[in-house]
Nanobody, 116 residues
Framework: QVQLVESGGGLVQAGGSLRLSCVAS????????MGWYRRAPGKERELVAR????????DYADSVKGRFTISRDNAKNTVYLQMNSLNPEDTAVYFC?????????WGQGTQVTVSS
């Protein structure tokens, strides 16, 4: 059973940056496309970034395009999300998981709070 552990969140002022990490147990990680999702208060969970198995292809939601960068290190079973130019609308709990679905059990996520 794959376990996902997200970290790196915190409280940051608008315009600031954070780098999130997600470590997956199990070697199967390196064979699946991964994504970062977020769930803002009162909103549905949304996919904000996705990355292919080898990291050569990425895609972003329009709301984060140009500000967020997803990457992965398969040797470390880790996927990252570099978030720049953060704004209060980015406040959410961030999760990683497979894309497009058939998800692993969800981790606890990591809280990102952006103050204005």
């Amino acid at each position: 059973q794959v376990q996902l552990v997200e970290s790196g969140g915190g409280l940051v002022q608008a315009g600031g940056s954070l780098r999130l990490s997600c470590v997956a147990s199990g070697s199967i990680f390196r064979f699946v496309a991964m994504g970062w999702y977020r769930r803002a208060p009162g909103k549905e969970r949304e996919l904000v970034a996705r990355i292919s198995v080898r990291g050569s292809d990425t895609d972003y939601a329009d709301s984060v395009k140009g500000r967020f960068t997803i990457s992965r290190d398969n040797a470390k079973n880790t996927v990252y999300l570099q978030m720049n130019s953060l704004n209060p609308e980015d406040t959410a709990v961030y999760f990683c998981n497979k894309v497009p679905g058939n998800w692993y059990p969800w981790g606890q996520g990591t809280q990102v709070t952006v103050s204005s």
